[in-house]
């Protein structure tokens, strides 16, 4: 791959993690008006970058997500996230795409967080400021320069990261070519607001959490964190798929227990779930990236009206929801396509029939696939890329 | 009002609660096959019984709900939680009928849980045996029965009330005239199960909940509760009344604060719900009532067949539904609809198109309201009750 030289710059990859780190130098100008420096950023890319630099896909994950969309994460151990869309013959093909995805601003995985060490030796805490989604692109847009892309082929993701999508098509509409918003909104609404809300404070009223500074007590809030990502989960899920998946079915026993074990596999699956989760995560990122989206509302950012957020942007668009997603429901989808229409804007909507919820976009879903597939193939041929080689 | 005057039982009065202390000689059977003796049940009643107890209306109250259906509850000064319904001139016309409504088994003012004293002089905490929503019901028909009442004229209840409404049915169907299940199903979903879970995660993650201990300890597990209460509450909601109500409206504030403070109006008042339930409900009883109605599956204690549960019950049933209800849909409802029509009761089915989610049944909705006095009113003709007259 190719990698810019810039003295600014501080390269590195250790423990499986590449970074890329940017100096005093190159603050990173947020939305609350204060600068993060240094910032490191962890990332990670797939493919080869052509020699024209045309064939760029960045990949934005979601809340608790990585970089590591295609292959196993070094640290976890953990496999790719996404390798129903992202890989060799994959909907975003790594023979033909150079895939690049970054930890995002905020995050526990490389890129600067709370749980990242302050200039002064102790872990940032809740001195980390407060930043938005227009900071996590901000941060992403200064890795993308550094590879020394001008314009991305495309940018996709899902859920949180199909905010950052719409971000970036509004925030730098001349270095989106295509762009890919899945199960998003513009707009983060009343009700999830209010379940961060619960996850926030699950956290919060761990004794453990010491006002965010655990890291520095050894000691890490795992039991708040836990119940968060378990209220979280639910919100993943449909009710359609937790009734398939689990309906009443009891867990390893024939009857219930008259008590407080896990009774039922619904139960046993939620409690994994928190538990999985706390290994890989850190609670004061929880807090941070859920901040960030709760935040987030492209109208409010241009004058009230989302269309403005669009106007003059020359990307093609393709924004996918699921019918039972209801974490963000097909409404929202649409409200930002109507507005991406109404801006005069290239932009397809396809509404998949699933019964997965909100995760449906991490699963098997053929007719999500094939549309997206589909797309990609389209914008790049529109952009001029020959099928099937590499570059 | 009629009160019996066996010996076997001891009615008292005190600090506001009416109870009733069924002895030794009286132990209540739970499902598990444990019994619960000295079981007392705290209840409220309004209006007359008629001189031949033919106008009783049991009212079952919901999760964290209490007997003061209609007047203030003396112990914590908040006002009867169904004022548009139950009182002079309402629907269930406390003019013409003998309304009970007693605190369900487990709960904490008055009847019998887990924060009661054991006879050895310590609480119960997590001593006190699991029970279920039969367990419930079974208390309330030994009341009724101590009430001298051998035929309630009506059962009525919502959400978990609506559950003993529909159990009633099923355990006596004999004693019932006629019964109104609103916003509730015959089994508790897989979601449902998920969403009590991770409030008990959260209490059980609460160092201050002491393996439910707390009370001899003399500090509660607040933080873990309000918590619970946080994420339950969201259930109650449509995500259209949120966003009605708040949308992203902030706090008393201009713009976001950069911080973890509640920047969001849906934010403080998720807060202010968590934190006024702890000051009047205990902890552990919100374990032992949300295991109850994990455990509720009428069809499930029947063989399977949710129509065996209603065979050769006379009684005639109106069932209430709320479009925007997600805790209990109307289609959970209708299935128990199916179920007593496929039992030959005489069953009517009215869904009511509101944006208020489960909470509806609660609040104004005069299209629930008028049917309901409707309902109330042909049954009591077809009792022989006549109108208007205090009996």
Redesign the interface.
């Known amino acids: 791959m190719s990698r810019a030289t810039s003295p600014l710059r501080n390269w590195s990859s250790s423990g499986g993690l590449r970074t890329i780190t940017f100096g005093d130098d190159q603050p990173l100008h947020l939305?609350?008006g204060?600068k993060l420096s240094p910032m490191t950023i962890g990332y990670e890319t797939y493919g080869e970058l052509a020699p024209d630099k045309s064939n760029a896909v960045l990949v934005c994950h979601a809340l608790t997500g990585d970089q590591f969309v295609a292959g196993a994460n070094p640290v976890t151990g953990r496999a790719g996230w996404w390798p129903r869309i992202v890989g060799p013959g994959k909907p975003i093909d790594t023979n033909r795409f150079f895939v690049i995805c970054a930890n995002v601003l905020g995050g526990c995985m490389g890129t600067s967080g709370p749980a990242s060490i302050h200039p002064d030796g102790r872990p940032w805490g809740?001195r980390f400021?407060?930043f938005t989604v227009a900071d996590m692109v901000r941060a992403q847009a200064m890795l993308v320069e550094a590879l020394g892309i001008s314009e991305l082929f495309c940018v996709i993701g899902g859920s949180i990261g199909g905010m950052q999508a719409l971000q970036w098509a509004a925030a730098y509409p001349n270095r989106v070519f295509s762009c890919v918003p899945i199960a998003t909104a513009a707009?983060?609404?009343?009700?999830n607001?209010?379940?961060y809300?619960?996850g926030?404070?699950?956290i919060?009223?761990?004794?453990e959490w010491r006002e965010g500074d655990y890291l520095f007590h050894g000691v890490r809030p795992s039991?708040?964190l836990?119940?968060a990502r378990?209220?979280a989960h639910?919100t993943y899920?449909s009710?359609q798929a937790?009734?398939r998946?689990?309906?009443?079915a009891l867990q390893e026993r024939e009857q219930?227990s008259?008590?407080?074990d896990?009774?039922?596999q619904?139960?046993s699956y939620?409690?994994h779930q928190?538990q999985s989760f706390v290994d890989r995560f850190d609670a004061n990122s929880y807090?941070y990236i859920t901040?960030a989206v709760?935040?987030f509302?492209l109208a409010?950012d241009f004058g009230g009206a989302l269309a403005r957020a669009f106007k003059d942007c020359p990307a093609r668009f393709c924004a996918f929801a699921f019918s039972s997603d209801?974490h963000y429901?097909p409404e929202g989808m649409k409200d930002a396509v109507r507005a991406l229409i109404a801006a005069g804007c290239e932009a397809s909507y396809v509404e998949v029939e699933s019964d997965k919820g909100h995760d449906a976009f991490l699963l098997e879903e053929p007719a999500f696939e094939h549309a997206l597939a589909g797309f990609i193939d389209a914008a790049a041929q529109a952009r001029g890329l020959v099928k099937g080689t590499t570059p």
Chains 1, 2 share one sequence.
């Open positions: 939305s609350s204060e809740l400021p407060v707009r983060h609404s009343a009700q607001i209010a379940f809300e619960v926030r404070q699950a919060m009223a761990d004794p039991k708040g836990a119940v378990m209220a639910i899920l009710e937790l009734h998946k689990f309906d009443r219930v008259f008590g407080f896990a009774d039922f619904v139960e939620l409690r928190g807090l901040r709760d935040y509302d409010g209801w429901p």
